[in-house]
């Protein structure tokens, strides 16, 4: 596609629940990114793919996080038993390379109530 | 862990000054990158700096990178309403390919 594409665009969850997150990056971009931003941060780095492999999962959180990238396009951020302090703006990026500028996607909005 | 930090975190100017940001590393960096983000939007690619000393223009925007690669600031010539957001930089260590972004520094104009 033409740009990075996230959903759903916002989602709602009550705390314990599982949620899914999907990211669609460019097409032909090898790289893949998933950050996580608060209100008034900067974005906080939680993985980084480079083709199918997760090459450094070293952000995230603890191990109620997990993401994959099975075909080494779609990927998808997967939160267990969550809890109201996940609630943030979750971001994909992808790039062609990994010395090259990020694209974002829109970001999913999740808040955990 | 690496942290990068920005300078100011606020910063309200009248359009038509000038607006300067600054980062600084606490680690020396392979390369370093520019993002803009208007309220409610994503981060948007600007610029990445590589060389030591390195100067970028975009128009009315000059990158700079500093010597020890250490520190880089971001520097906009007579501020517009469109520039009106929150301005981060992103490093990037050697052997290590993600980026970690600096605190912010969200402009607001004044018209």
């Known amino acids: 596609g033409a740009g990075v594409s996230q959903t759903p665009s916002n989602k709602v969850t009550e705390k314990g629940k599982y949620v899914e997150l999907r990211c669609d990056p460019i097409?032909?971009?090898?790289?893949l990114y998933w950050y996580r931003q608060s209100l008034g941060q900067g974005p906080e780095f939680l993985i980084y793919f480079q083709g199918t492999g997760a090459a450094d999962d070293s952000g995230l959180p603890n191990d109620r996080f997990f993401a994959v990238r099975p075909e080494g396009s779609v990927s998808t951020l997967k939160i267990q038993r969550t809890e109201r302090g996940d609630s943030a703006v979750y971001l994909c990026?992808?790039?062609?390379?990994?010395?090259?500028?990020?694209?974002f996607g829109s970001g999913t909005r999740l808040t955990v109530v | 862990g690496q942290q990068v930090m920005q300078i100011p975190q606020y910063q309200h100017v009248q359009e038509g000054e000038d607006f300067t940001t600054y980062c600084n590393s606490s680690t020396t960096l392979s390369n370093i990158q520019w993002y803009k983000q208007r309220p409610g939007g994503h981060p948007v690619f600007l610029i990445q700096?590589?060389?030591?000393?390195e100067v970028k223009k975009q128009k009315r925007l000059t990158f700079q990178f500093g010597e020890a690669k250490k520190n880089s600031s971001l520097h906009i010539t007579a501020t517009q309403t469109t520039d009106v957001g929150t301005y981060f930089c992103?490093?990037?260590?050697?052997?290590?390919?993600?980026?970690?972004f600096g605190t912010g520094t969200r402009l607001t104009i004044i018209p």
């Open positions: 700096l590589v060389k030591s000393g």
């Open positions: 097409s032909g971009h090898t790289a």
């Open positions: 992103a490093g990037r260590r050697f052997g290590n390919e993600k980026l970690t």
């Open positions: 990026a992808s790039s062609i390379g990994q010395d090259d500028g990020y694209t």
